[in-house]
Structure formats: structure tokens, C-alpha cells
């Protein structure tokens, strides 16, 4: 009788034996891994705006782009894009929605 197909092979048996060796050698890699650091989950849309507004409101005077980032990451208590701060204010400031003004170069108030 002729066989066809896998069991054709006389060495299908060799071939799936080193398979599993692999495959356990895979298995102890994945769990001697070092752990990935958790995951950042997205803030809820506006958080982070309020958060900028919640910082210019609070100030005595007018603010740098630094300070109000390092206001905003205490309060939201994770790192922020500098981009995303600058992008609001760039933009807050040119718009009537949000009341903010640029006095300067990097220097933003907020006024009522």
C-alpha cells in the first residue's frame, strides 16, 4: 500500500518531536520574560484641557509653558505631552472659547 501525504514522510516523527521541544522552549522564554510596564490608558476627552485651564486659574501671574505642564502632570498625577499643552494654548488663546491670553513668547494667564 502507498502512503500519501503527511504520513509519506518516514521522518514525521522527528519532525514533530523537534516541534515540541521548540514549542516548550518557547513556553519558558514567554515566562521568564520581564513583565512589560502597564499600560497607559487614555484620558477622557477635555481632561487635559481643564486640567491646563485649572492651572492658569489658580496662578498669581502669568505662567510658562513648563510650569503649566508640570501643574497639569501633579494634577493628573501621569506625564503629558509638552506638544499637548502648547497645541491648547496655541490654540485657546486665538479662539473665544477658553479664556486665555498670551502675554509673551511661552507665557500664557487665563483671565475672567
Known sequence: MRLTGALSDPDVGSSLARLDELRAKLIVAITDAPARPGTVLKLRAGLIQTAIMAAL???AGPLTVGEIQTHVEAQLGQAISRHTVT?????ACRGDVFPVVRLAP?????YL
Do not use: E
Open 57 to 59: 486659574d489658580a496662578a
Open 106 to 110: 511661552g507665557r500664557y494667564a487665563g
Open 87 to 91: 497645541s491648547f494654548l496655541s490654540v
